[in-house]
């Protein structure tokens, strides 16, 4: 039988190899004060994805964005507009494992389509009108949704499928922090029908059991990436 010290060993090391997988699914801690991005290689230092200046170099403006006062065109097929400040667009942000988001909705119906961050827990908080919004957990699939309206906050954790949906006849506005510096997006509909190459129609028609017409019908639709 195992020695309660070998059983201790063991149990330790588990933990030990849950925990770093824990660890590396978010973005690691900087290793300095920060390291502004930068896109010549010849200046620095290759860090967490993106090149580093030298530190000495930095200025504010590698920590300023300008802009997020200003609505997005929200004149496409979903009606909303997602205007992102990740890492390639304030330089600063690199190895901070932050970014932020403005999300403009046209009136009644501008939708923010189901679609995921593989890299970013996602917190919205609505700023004007009022938002249906949603994600769906792993399998077994279950729906959470809820009403917001201005001042309310709500939070889609990390990877999985969620949606905001303006239901007011009103513009509607939301700010969303996300806690990576590159969350990614994979707008389902999209992935699913817009790839490219496509996914062989014999797929998608038994995975989502329907007629073969219509998955080629919705895959020469043109999906847009939001």
Known sequence: MMRAADQLHSVLAV????????????DPSPLQDFCVSIDDPKLGVFVNGKFCKDPMQANADDFT??????????SNPVGSNVTLVNVDRLKGLNTLGISLARIDYAPYGGLNPPHT????TEILVVVKGTLHVGFVTSNPPKLFTKTLHAGDVFVFPIGLIHFQLNVANTNAIAFAGLSSQNPGTITIANAVF???PAINPDVLTKAFQVDKNLVDYLQKQFWTEN
Do not use: C, E, K
């Open 15 to 26: 933990t030990f190899l849950l925990l770093a997988s824990i660890a590396v699914a978010f």
């Open 65 to 74: 964005f300008r802009g997020l006062n200003l609505p997005g065109n929200t």
């Open 194 to 196: 817009g790839s490219d």
């Open 117 to 120: 961050h593989p890299r970013a």
